[in-house]
């Protein structure tokens, strides 16, 4: 059994966001074969391959489609590569394929049939303005849409998918009266994938105006999705969890969820909902530099992604663009221009942040691993002067008195050897003398008539290079687990193995001794947390009954 406990690294958060897409429409002839597999894939994904997988068998499917002139299958196909370019954040990419399938359809003498087909690209388009920070644009999308759509359940999703433009501008009110209204449409149809889906959203907002039903709702969705296995409704329910509870400042609770907000991110494989679970993560964080790191980050992305908007749907009106003077070609080059020397400044200013971060938290933590070691150090030397030297004072006074009970004076032996143990252990490493030498001392100190300590490659190690808080951890660690082996484990026999790996040094510690429950054995996270601090590793594998072992790397 292993038990690795991971430092999660500070990452650049960009914003990100989430949204329901129309079902997709079959708007050409049924797909056999491999095609009902990546169709699958694209609309369901389950495995961190589905989606580049599904991308790559439409691209090469609707080059085929083209070539064979078949319109209506291509389309679909632009349809399916817009849908998985954007669910792994390829915005750019997925607007390009609407408006090449918009074209398509324009170019067809058939058009005013391609209903549906239209539908779900404004639908799709709608839900990239949301994405690129364009709520006005997204609206009309949705509008252009529900104009002619014709189908119930369409208009459900486009109504929700503008309730949600609402709700990300903290209009809750607005959101809430749509949300209520398709809520009171869909409760007595059988789909639960639209009623979860409407459940979810209403909950949320409920949960924002504090209303009494929020809970119930999010949990009904939940529910709904688990029973159809909906990853990506099971992503935004669990997400809506989590601000649920960080709303009500319960952090053990929306922890839970959050971790498997990033668990369904990662079976997803979208990075945009991978970037939004890592910021949901740093919104639980007490660090006031990490949010206020967080909201500059969120700032400069903001307004970089409203400066890079590439409004390919533009590009839908050619005739429109044909127009523009030359004069406007060189205004937009200008434009052009001043975006390039903006995004190099907001590059340059990030690369300030992040540098500035990562110097102000290793000079933090460096200070604050050596004051704990001056405390440790100031706390033994306390022990030893005051608190041992008196009971030893004690004792002495006693022995002399006659009718004291000689178990008294046992028993306050035992104490005064435990003070001077306590002492002992955390008194001062003197870096003067050979290091090795001194670990080699404190490590055969555990070496008795009934314990074996065998060392290998310990007098191979150059300490010179070694920085005193390493040598220090390195010290207190090896010493925590020889007590816990000479104290707990019955072990007849200690084996430590070095190497050094560049500037690394590993230790591989192994003992015969009874084993223990890493889960219960809660006394090792202090030499972990000593570890982890100076970005090291440790790895504990005992079995009950296997003796016990430790990696460490520093």
């Known amino acids: 059994m292993k038990y690795t406990k991971v430092s999660l690294l500070f990452q650049t958060i960009l914003f990100s966001f989430f949204a329901i897409s129309l079902p997709l429409v079959s708007i050409a002839q049924t797909p056999i074969d491999s095609s009902y597999y990546y169709y699958g894939a694209i609309n369901n994904p389950v495995h961190p391959n589905d989606l580049p997988s599904g991308i790559n068998f439409y691209i090469q499917k609707k080059i085929t489609d083209l070539n064979s002139k078949d319109t209506l299958s291509a389309i ?79 208009s459900v999703i486009l109504l929700n998918n503008k309730a949600n433009i609402y709700k990300d501008q903290l209009d809750y009110e607005n959101a809430l009266d749509i949300y209520n209204l398709i809520y009171q449409k869909q409760v007595y149809s059988n789909d639960k994938f639209q009623i979860a889906l409407v459940l979810d959203n209403l909950g949320f907002v409920q949960s924002k105006l504090n209303l009494p039903s929020a809970l119930q709702n999010i949990l009904k969705a939940l529910k709904f999705r688990e029973e159809t296995n909906n990853l990506v409704g099971l992503y935004s329910s669990n997400k809506h969890l989590a601000e649920y509870y960080l709303d009500r400042k319960d952090t053990a609770k929306a922890l839970i969820y959050a971790e498997k907000v990033l668990s369904l991110a990662n079976k997803i494989n979208s990075s945009s909902l991978k970037l939004e679970g890592i910021s949901l993560f740093m919104s639980m964080n007490k660090n006031p530099l990490i949010h206020e790191y967080k909201r500059l980050t969120d700032s400069i992305s903001n307004t970089k992604q409203i400066a890079e908007n590439k409004n390919a749907f533009l590009k839908y009106n050619i005739a429109e663009e044909q127009k523009k003077t030359q004069a406007s070609q060189l205004l937009q080059e200008v434009e052009f221009r001043k975006r390039l020397v903006y995004q190099f400044l907001v590059l340059f200013v990030l690369m300030i942040l992040i540098g500035s971060y990562f110097i102000y938290r290793n000079k933090y933590r460096k200070a604050r691993i050596e004051e704990i070691y001056k405390t440790e150090t100031r706390i033994s030397k306390k022990v030893h002067d005051e608190v041992a030297n008196d009971m030893y004072k004690v004792m002495t006074s006693l022995e002399n008195n006659v009718g004291i009970d000689s178990k008294v004076i046992d028993e306050m032996e035992k104490i005064y050897a435990k003070t001077r143990d306590i002492s002992r252990e955390n008194s001062a490493i003197d870096f003067h003398q050979d290091f090795g030498i001194q670990l080699n001392d404190l490590l055969f100190g555990y070496k008795n008539n009934t314990v074996t300590v065998v060392t290998r490659n310990l007098s191979k190690i150059n300490w010179e290079g070694v920085p005193e808080l390493n040598k220090t951890a390195i010290y207190r660690v090896l010493q925590e687990l020889m007590t816990n082996m000479r104290k707990h484990s019955n072990a007849t026999s200690a084996a430590l193995v070095f190497h050094k790996n560049g500037s690394k040094i590993q230790i591989d510690y192994r003992d015969n001794g009874i084993g223990c429950d890493l889960f219960k054995k809660n006394g090792l996270q202090h030499t972990e947390s000593r570890i982890t601090s100076l970005n090291g590793t440790i790895i504990f594998e005992s079995k009950l009954g296997h003796g016990f072992k430790a990696s460490i790397i520093i």
Not at 97 to 120: C, F, P, R, W, Y
Request: aromatic share 8%; net charge neutral.
């Open 76 to 154: 679909s196909d632009l349809r399916l590569l817009a849908i998985g370019e954007f669910k792994i954040g390829n915005n750019f990419n997925s607007e390009n394929h609407i408006v090449e399938a918009l074209n398509l359809i324009q170019s067809m003498s058939s058009k005013d049939t391609l209903i549906d087909a239209k539908v779900g690209l404004y639908n799709q388009l709608g839900r990239i303005y949301r994405a690129s920070n364009n709520p006005s644009e997204a609206i009309k999308s949705y509008d252009n849409a529900l104009q002619i759509a014709r189908k119930f359940n369409d």
